[in-house]
């Protein structure tokens, strides 16, 4: 019998075994007719003060039990965001050394979000929800979707990008499909996680506009349209309150205006207060620091916040048990969501299909950032000779950054996957390793087994590559940050904008040595290129994961036309970017005020009219596209109307693409200051060379909003507005006037 199916049966046999008296007693809780609000009250009805208070923390790294008394299973959550974590020990977060746990490793969100591509966000939900299920995750920790403040924050690689409006599209797909497989989305981190360094104790504060208009958009729609199940409470406070107990994060706005019926679950370790959790709208409790099961009084996980203290507050009458039960309420729908739903498929894990879907996605999600001379793609001339050079090509990236670390089944390296394809079309390659950067390569027990040990000098390791370089056709450097502290890793952010391990000298001697450098860059985040002229072509390839190499390979041949867009500005230096223009100190401990208000990304470069390296939006192609006029269906809307923007897209090159058309909207007058422009609307198509389709958009009063914060409201403030259609923020190729009535 497959293992999927005994364990079901042994559930069903497990909840069916009690006295007959109780049963008789009982309900059947396995009965799906029964709807589940019933089920919840029943159960509720049945439970005693102790199980109740069970059901709402940890009784392991990863787990909290259900009620065995009642049949209603543990809770099993998992990180998340982009592969299912190995499994851990009981109390540890040490691997647990099982040999059955390695995953696929999907592109880091960042290149989910380059994908702009809602399709993709659907796949990798359905994909890496089916590793979930199988692996008998109830919870899955993902996605994240804080906002993309400044390019030194560590978590960054984690995120979907600058702008609410992207994020939360994306996001929507990731979480539905995710569901589907009756495994929960926890969107992460609610709210304002922007920095790594002092998340435990910074205390961010900022205007309502901003937090309405920037921070909070993309869980609204995770919640609202996603209908996620459960969301992740951030450490940091907002307010002077942690994001885990803030009531008006938790109770006035999740719970209150955005009507989420779900559980709230804490980060781990983001608890505080027993009085606060409680009444902070806080639902399930893991991860608080005690002393463990071994060096615990007794059970440790007993002494969590929102165990034994809140069961004694209960009892000496100064808490009560309403907002216990709600809370009960909240966790019983996720178990009978996830754990308890009968409905769901049994799951997948490595198959080809979800091999396939990560080198898909990541092939959608590199961005050509520049081009010249079409550079790119190589050319499948027999003979070439290939230089690939950087220590990013070699090391593997899957393992490292914190929490998102993981045990893949398998990971193609850059090299590895250009090899392959140079091989197949009789190109040579040459490695050189450039640069030595981090050589380590092990998380909780995880390790690479790659020795990265290099003893030569800067001097040595350049001149080794410039040789290289200057014997091949084409150079491929590949470089950027990698997943150890300071880079692109969560619990620390990054020290500067600049490549480390003086990867700019390297970039710099090659240039001088080759006419066609390719720099591919592996990172989460923008860095700053000093040598930006000297590079031929460059590409941003992310953390692709298992595919890495594979999918990178598809862009540099041509095998797939790129078509991923930047989903964040890269600024040319530190002090443009918005928030550290305005907010000297960055990362910062405690108070913290956001000055820059809602001008973050583009809108803070375009509002305070700053030059950027390549603006959000860019990516380029192997073919053009030709855009027609913007289209609108009528010259004014009232309330409640909608307006349909249409404009033809033609690929004018020679070969099959895809294009992110962009809907930017202007609003010229306001009685606020508002941002120059905001993505309201984009669309990724498919066209043939010569193939001319039509991109509809629709547009309707919330897309021309902004939140008034005298009022406490959205408004739409009547006027004339332009709608903008482009290729990037920047290359804006048509527009439309039109009027609010
Ligand atoms: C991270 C979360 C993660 C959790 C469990 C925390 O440190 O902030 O994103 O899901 O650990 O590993």
Redesign the pocket.
Known sequence: MPVKLLKTVLLCAVALAPSLAEAQQRPVYLDTSARIEERIEDALSRMTLDEKIAMIHAQS??SSPGVPRLGIPELW?T???HGI?PEVLWDE?EQAGWTNDSCTAYPALTALAATWNRDMAALYGRSIGAEARYREKDVL??P?VNIYRTPLGG?NF?YMGEDPYLAGEMAVPYIREVQKQGVAA?V??YAL?NEETH?HTVDIDLDDRALYEIYLPAFRKAVVEGGAWSI?GS?NLYRGVHGCHNDRLLNHILKGEWGFDGAVVS????THSTDEAVTGGLDIE??TWTDGLTEGAGNAYDEYFMATPYRDAILAGRLTERELDDKVRRVLRLIFRTAMNTDKPFGAMCSEEQTAAARRIGGEGIVLLRNERGTLPISSRRGIRIAVIGENAVKMMTVGG???SLKVKHECSPLEGIAARAAACGAEVVYARGYVGDTTGSYNGVETGQNLADSRSEQELIAEAVEAARNADYTIFVGGLNKSANQDS??TDRLSLDLPYGQDRVIEALAGATDRLVVALVSGNAVAMPWVGGADAIVQTWYLGSEAGNALADVLFGDVTPSGKLPFTFPVRLQDVPAHALSAKFPNDGKTYYHEGIFVGYRGYEHNGTEVLFPFGHGLSYTTFEYGKLRADRKSIGAGETLTLSIDITNTGGRRGSEVVQLYIADPQSSLPRPVKELKGFEKISLEPGQTRTVTFTVDSSALSYYDDRKGEWVAESGEFEALAGSSSADIRARAKFRLK
Do not use: Q, T
């Open positions: 790294k990863f959550c990180d998340g965001p974590r977060w920790l993902g994240g978590r984690e926890c992460k981190h996680n998340r992740m450490y980060d781990w370790g983001g893991y991860g914190g929490s998102s969560e619990g």
